[in-house]
Every structure is written in C-alpha cells, then in structure tokens.
C-alpha cells in the first residue's frame, strides 16, 4: 500500500463501492441474479469504450472444449494476458467462465488495441467498476498504460497503482506514452511483495526512489524517466536498467545499490550519476556517449582539460556531497563483465582514470573509439593495466553490433607476455568499419604487448 496518501485511495475505492448500489446495469456483483443475465451485464462495462478495429473472423470451431476443461488457476493465469476488457468479454463464452474473469492473477489497464495507447479518459470508467467488482485476490502483475493525461485523471491512476500494492502485487508495470511526464509526488513506495518495477515516462520523486520498505524488490527499470532526487538506494536490488532518463539537479544522483548483480546506465542527460560500491556486481553497460552536460568545454584532440591543471568549469567537481573521487568506475570495479561506451567530449571516465581502481574480477571488456583517442591512448592503456584477470578484450569503434566490416582476432608473436597487460588475456577483436587511421594506430599500440592480428 502506499504509505502516504492512503486514506485518500481508500475512501475512492469506498465511494467507488457504495455506487456500485445504485448502478443496475453492474449488479453481476451483488449475486442476486442468474449466471446468464450476469455474463450479459458484465458487457455494460465497456460503455464509453472505444470500439477496437474490426478483424476477420475466424471460421466455427466444432468439438469439446479443451480449454474451458482446464482447472480454474491455469485459466486464471492465461486471462492475466488479456487487457482487462478481453479477460471481461470471456464471462460471455459459457457458464464455465462467468465468474473466472473476477480472479485473474494479472491485471492489464491497457487499450483493447495492443498497437494503440488509450488516454486515462477512455479507461476510467471502465477500470473504476472493475476494480468495485473484481474479486481481491493477489495479483502476480499488473500492467498500467496509457498515452495522455490531464490533472484530473492522476487521482484515478494513483488509486490503481494503490489497488495493485494492496493485491499484493509482485511485478507492477506503469509506461506513460504522452508529452508530458506522469509524477509520482509525495507517494513513498511500501510494499512486502513487490519483486519487480518497470517504469517508463514516470517523474520520481525523493520519497518515490528511497525502496528501504521494500524489502524483496529486485529489479527497478527505468526508461525515460525524470528522476527528481539525489539518491536512489535499496539494499534488496540485483538488476537495475535506467536509460533515456534525465535529470536537472545541479548535483550527481547517488546509485547505492549495494547488492546488484547487473547494471544498464544508458543514454543519461544530466550529471552522470554518482555509482556507489557494488561488491556483487557481474555485468555493467555503461554508455554516456549522448550526456551532453558531463561534457568539456574545452577538448582537445581526445584529451579532456580535466586531465590538467586548465580546467574548464564542467570539469571542475561540485564542492558538495555529490562530488567524489570515481563517478562511475569505482562504483563497477567488481564486474566481471563490463561494456563502456562514451562520446569522445564526456570527461567523467578521464577523470576516473585519474583515480583508477583496480579490476579485480573483470574478465570480458568492450570498448568504443572513446578509449583510444587520446594521443598516447592512455585511458587504453590505463585501464588494461588495472585488469589483472582479463580474458578478452574488445575495440568496437563506430560500429554498432554486426554493421563492422572488418573483423581482427588476435595471435602473440611470442610466449612471453608483457607485464602491463594481464597474463589470462588471449582474445583481443577489434571491430570496425574500415581500417583508417585511427585504427592502425591502435594495432600498433597493442603490437608492443607481442599482440599482433589476423583477418
């Protein structure tokens, strides 16, 4: 349930029962009338609804049905697929189904259309008799999408999300399609079930992002999001996704998450988020290639003027608590697998370097042209340094998945191997569209480890 702003959803979903008294055409709940007159008021709640595109209809379909002779919690579970509406529409196929709908383990607020996003207007009604007649059974997911919104419609969506925490629900889905974000204010997340949060077109807020009352939440998605706090914590966490998310704080947003095991931070506008220790990560993709406000202003020929005494005022660190020594590499050193991505004017993994932590576990490393342009490629070599464990090691500059052209496999002109590079390393690829020079300049730094290469 939500622990502020409760009382409020709990006496809309008590305003929303007591009409159910005075609405005959809903009266399916009240058991008072027969299974088929039932099946038949159950349609009435898709007044106002719009109507979804007409299909071919299939041809009759003779014999037994297999499917309705299935135990009620497979039916159950196969309805939860359905967006809401279609789950209802089944009370109409036979007795067997009349009441199967009230008891789904899912529950999908989304247009009948799966191609088309409706507005909070078209599901309201629906959705509010819905949840006065459907059966308060825990719920295993609940999915909520919509496209606009106006100020009205937001008590609504929140008492839904409200309904959902109070089913118990374990997976909870709210995707936001509209031009303006749909805010979670003042609404603390407090919930014993939920494992899984997948958020898209949200804005968060402090209370929102601080999951300490969630104790088995273990994966939080985000995607273009609008995060309005400085920290986002849980100590229950394992996978966390934010992409296409911004923020405007003047300061970094902190990521403790001590016991994730994978992480996605892609596509962030705003200061680079501020990555506290995880000592059970595995995986991390990091890609701050598009981060416009982590750029400095003043590069130069791969070197960013972080890396000198003349620097400009993006690269000089925020005298708060935000600021740290390691943005994001300190946070991710224990990763086993990593895959880092910057554009060529970000300075945030130059100035990590400047305070390298060692890559104890990591054994598979991806990199873009980002790592090998500086002149003396010193972030290259800087970070193959501090990996004593590696295996393999990728360069995919300017190429995206199977768009290279060109593909180079490494093979040692000797046994011996030198010492700046680790000894467990035995694949080297580098990827690319076309051998220029850039990338021969690469190769021939990569030829003073006795590392030459085969097409």
């Keep these: 349930m939500w622990a502020a702003g409760y009382n409020l959803g709990a006496d809309r979903l008590q305003k929303l029962r007591r009409q159910k008294k005075s609405i005959h055409r809903f009266s399916l709940a009240t058991g008072s009338i027969g299974g088929q007159e039932r099946a038949v008021d159950a349609r009435h709640l898709f007044d106002g609804m719009p109507p979804r595109k007409e299909r071919k209809s299939a041809p009759p379909v003779s014999g037994v049905d297999r499917i309705g002779a299935l135990p009620d ?15 209802v529409q089944t009370c ?7 009441h199967l709908w009230r008891s789904t383990t899912g529950l999908r607020i989304v247009a009948l259309d799966d191609d088309y996003y409706a507005d909070v207007e078209e599901l309201r009604k629906f959705v509010d008799h819905l949840l006065i007649l459907r059966e308060r059974t825990d719920l295993d997911s609940v999915e909520i999408e919509f496209n ?21 629900v374990r997976t909870l889905t709210l995707r936001v399609d509209g031009s303006k974000y749909f805010y979670l204010e003042d609404l603390p997340l407090v919930s014993r079930h939920l494992g899984t949060l997948d958020l898209d077109g949200v804005g968060l807020k402090a ?4 999951f300490a009352n969630c104790p088995v939440l273990e994966n939080l998605k985000m995607t273009s999001c609008h995060i309005c706090a400085g920290k986002i914590s849980s100590r229950s966490m394992k996978h966390l996704s934010i992409t296409s998310c911004r923020s405007d704080l003047d300061c970094r947003v902190r990521v403790s998450t001590p ?11 705003g ?22 406000k982590d750029e400095c202003l003043n590069y130069h020929s791969g070197v960013s003027c972080g890396a000198n005494n003349n620097a400009c005022e993006n690269c000089v660190a925020i005298k708060d ?3 740290s020594d390691c943005v994001v590499l300190g946070g991710i050193s224990s990763a086993k697998h990593l895959k880092l991505l910057s554009g060529s004017r970000n300075f945030v993994f130059t100035r990590d370097l400047k305070h390298c932590p060692t890559f104890s576990n990591l054994k598979t490393l991806l990199l873009n042209e980002y790592w090998c342009e500086a002149p003396d490629l010193d972030p290259l070599a800087c970070i193959l340094k501090n990996s004593p464990v590696l295996e393999k090691l990728t360069i995919q500059p300017l190429s995206k998945g199977p768009a290279h052209k060109v593909e180079m496999k490494v093979c040692y002109s000797s046994m011996e191997r030198p010492s700046g590079i680790s000894e467990h390393l035995n694949i080297v690829e580098v990827k690319c569209s076309v051998v220029d020079e850039r990338i021969l300049k690469v190769l021939k730094f990569l030829s003073a480890f006795n590392i030459c290469f085969s097409f």
């Design 92 to 98: 109409v196929l036979a007795r067997r189904w009349h």
């Design 207 to 210: 209370a929102f992002l601080d």
């Design 259 to 269: 016991g994730l095991i994978s992480l996605k931070l892609v596509e962030f506008s």
């Design 148 to 168: 606009e919104f106006c100020e009205e419609d937001q008590p609504y969506v929140k008492t839904w999300l409200r309904y959902a925490l109070m089913c118990k």
């Design 321 to 323: 608590n935000c600021s």
């Design 73 to 87: 919690s497979i039916l159950h579970h196969l309805l939860s697929f359905l967006p809401a509406q279609a789950a």
């Design 271 to 292: 200061r680079t988020p501020l990555l506290e220790n995880m000592a059970l990560l595995e995986t991390a993709y990091v890609d701050l290639a598009q981060n416009y």
